[in-house]
């Protein structure tokens, strides 16, 4: 498939997804999340993954599509829109590390979504075998409510 092709493609499955947006807009304002079906649908529309590396199933897009398909999307939901921007950048970020820093989140699990928050200043963490032990205070994250399974190590 062509780039534009491509990029026309996914601008097209998110302004499908608008009018059951519009639906559960209010739904996901009294949850204060996604609910779980419109979650879904981002992950089968294959939204969260505009910047995953092509590797894992990504399409490695620019930053201007994800500009256009959260518009898209933010037509039906804003909060929709604000939380797949979040999940598709911490992606990006992601796929500029290292081939074995992406392997621990996509190589089990190529649909697994990366939300981040700063812990305050007496955060810890300690390794541990098997992977590490955290403690301490986090701030809010947005996106930080759902998951796909994906375990820290």
Not at 25 to 44: F, I, W
Request: glycine share 10%; aromatic share 8%; net charge negative.
């Amino acid at each position: 498939m062509e780039w534009k092709d491509q990029r026309e493609e996914l601008i097209a499955r998110a302004r499908a997804l608008v009018p059951v947006l519009r639906e559960r807009a209010q739904k996901c304002e009294e949850l204060r999340q996604l609910p779980v079906e419109t979650n879904r649908a981002l992950l089968d529309a294959g939204l969260y993954r505009i910047y995953q590396p092509k590797r894992y199933g990504g399409f490695e897009a620019d930053y201007q599509l994800q500009v256009d398909v959260s518009a898209e999307i933010g037509r039906g939901c804003g909060s929709t829109a604000w939380v797949l921007s979040i999940l598709a950048s911490h992606s990006w970020v992601q796929g500029m590390m290292t081939l074995e820093a992406q392997e621990e989140v996509w190589g089990r699990d190529p649909e697994g979504l990366i939300a981040s928050a700063f812990p305050t200043r007496t955060a810890t963490m300690k390794r541990v075998d098997g992977g590490a032990v955290l403690d301490g205070v986090w701030s809010f994250a947005s996106s930080t409510g759902i998951t796909t399974g994906v375990a820290c190590n």
